[in-house]
């Protein structure tokens, strides 16, 4: 089986612009949280959702946003990009809200110019 | 709230050495409590959970942590070290919120594991 999968695996976007990042769950999965890893420092939650709501925000300013559709996959979209943002965004897949064990897929590594 | 605290940055053991990665954690709640291994430009791939059943847990690769209420602790071990288990741990914290679910985990910054041949 397909483990959590990310796409793009590499991106890299000027100051102010929008980037959009997808994920998509382990087959079966219903619940998908993002995290972002700063260079040096563990991961950081930014969102958990659970069919196709919002579960969970972690403490990130409105220009990050996410969706879960349908088929339980996700987007990240980050807005009016700063310099700080450049890290490795990681998403992760679990059975359900409640659930304990996620597990990461590989991430996008962002890079802010 | 929930935190974890990783009380060293960086250990250095030679091959076929013990290693102990130190973990400190504070909850409110009743914690599940996990170790993350992180290779170079890999994911993170899960070693081992406590999830309250029995306090010493034994996970992949030969590890295992010992879960200690009385000390707020959560200690990663593995007898000898394999030149393969150099990477990047993570001591990560889960709280179960009143309504019994939980949404997020908490990761420590992370302890960087060298093994010397």
């Known amino acids: 089986d397909a483990g959590v999968t990310q796409s793009p695996t590499h991106l890299i976007k000027t100051r102010g612009q929008h980037v959009t990042l997808r994920c998509s769950p382990i087959s079966g999965h219903k619940s998908v949280s993002w995290y972002q890893q700063v260079l040096g420092q563990g991961p950081q939650f930014i969102f958990q959702?659970?069919?196709?709501?919002?579960?969970g925000r972690g403490n990130f300013p409105d220009r990050f946003s996410a969706r879960q559709f349908p088929n339980y996959s996700s987007e990240l979209n980050v807005n009016a990009l700063l310099l700080g943002d450049s890290a490795l965004y990681l998403c992760?897949?679990?059975?359900?809200?409640?659930?304990?064990?996620?597990?990461f897929g590989p991430g996008t590594r962002l890079t802010v110019l | 709230a929930q935190s974890v605290t990783q009380l060293d940055s960086h250990v250095s053991v030679s091959e076929g050495t013990p290693v102990l990665l130190r973990c400190n954690y504070s909850?409110?709640?009743?914690?599940?409590l996990f170790w993350y291994v992180q290779h170079p430009n890999k994911g993170l791939q899960l070693l081992l959970k406590?999830?309250?059943?029995?306090?010493l847990v034994k996970g992949i690769n030969g590890f295992e942590a010992e879960f200690k209420k009385s000390e707020t602790s959560f200690h990663l071990t593995k007898p000898s070290a394999h030149m393969s288990d150099a990477a990047e741990y993570f001591c990560?914290?889960?709280?179960?919120?009143?309504?019994?679910?939980?949404?997020?985990?908490?990761f420590g910054k992370g302890t960087l594991l060298t093994v010397n041949p």
């Open positions: 909850s409110s709640y009743s914690p599940s």
């Open positions: 992760a897949s679990s059975y359900r809200v409640g659930y304990n064990e996620q597990f």
């Open positions: 406590y999830t309250s059943a029995a306090t």
């Open positions: 990560v914290v889960s709280d179960l919120n009143s309504g019994g679910s939980n949404y997020k985990l908490t």
């Open positions: 959702y659970y069919e196709k709501e919002e579960r």
